[in-house]
């Protein structure tokens, strides 16, 4: 492991599960002073604790939530260098866009795409006063490609989050500061696992259109989070980053 992100402070929101936890131990390892965000004041100091972090219980949504977990990490450490914008959901009843209700629509686009907003709005100028920060926001592979499996809301709020990012890492580029958008393809997460526990049918019709024929481990995101976060990318921003397995490169014919 080197030392890339040495004396780098990072926030990852949703650090207390899945990519963002993996990310929370990735930035550590690499030397990174990291700031754990969760809802889940459980999971999320228990990930503060592991990587010898701090922890912030806050709710993405908040707008004051958010541009405090940053007035806080700023105070605490001096500077803010990466913000690793990761909190999502995927609930069970964002469906196909017949079945999917206004509400269930609302509440995925509030957590998924506002709170990426937010997050960017209110950790830029940070990043501008010091004229350098690595922005990394979580979309993926659905952002790109239409899944057979619908998920109206989510698939909408991913597009929201790649466009965004787009936008900023062409809008902030001259100041210094990157922003890219990570599309990663289905991983072994808590968030897949329920899904599919309830479908495995579902699953299995995933895995055929996974060239590399299995879902991603945290671990591998986390290691293309670090690329991102650190000055090895230092001439990528505005990037659709995908880490796929193939699958947007592939045309599949099930046997
Ligand atoms: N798992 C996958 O297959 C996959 C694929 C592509 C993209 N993603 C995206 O990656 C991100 C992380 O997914 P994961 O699989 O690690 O999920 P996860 O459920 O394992 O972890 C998400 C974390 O976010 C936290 N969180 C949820 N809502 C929050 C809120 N309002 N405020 C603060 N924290 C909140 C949860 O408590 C949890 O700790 C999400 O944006 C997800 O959409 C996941």
Redesign the pocket.
Known sequence: MTNRLDGRVAVI??????????TARRFAAEGAKVVC????AV??KA?ADEVGGLFI??????ED?VRAMYETTVAEFGHLDIAFN?????PANDDSILKTGLEAWKHVQ???LT?VYLCCKYAIPHMQRQGKGSIIN?????AVMGAATSQIS?SA??GG?LAMSRELGVEFARQGIRVNA???????????Q?LFAKDPERAARRLIHIPLGR??E?EE?AAAVAFLASDDSSFMTANTFLVDGGISGAYVTPE
């Not at 965000?37 to 889940?40: A, G, I, N, Q």
């Not at 219980?57 to 908040?62: K, M």
């Not at 990761?86 to 995927?90: C, F, T």
């Open positions: 929101t949703g650090a207390g599960s899945g990519i963002g936890l993996a965000v969760d809802l889940d999971s999320g990930a219980q806050a709710d993405v949504t908040d939530a990761n909190a999502g959901i995927s509030e957590v998924n709170s979580t979309a993926s592979f659905v989510y709020s991913k989050v990570l599309c990663p393809g289905p991983v072994n997460t808590p968030l897949l329920e879902f991603a945290p995101i």
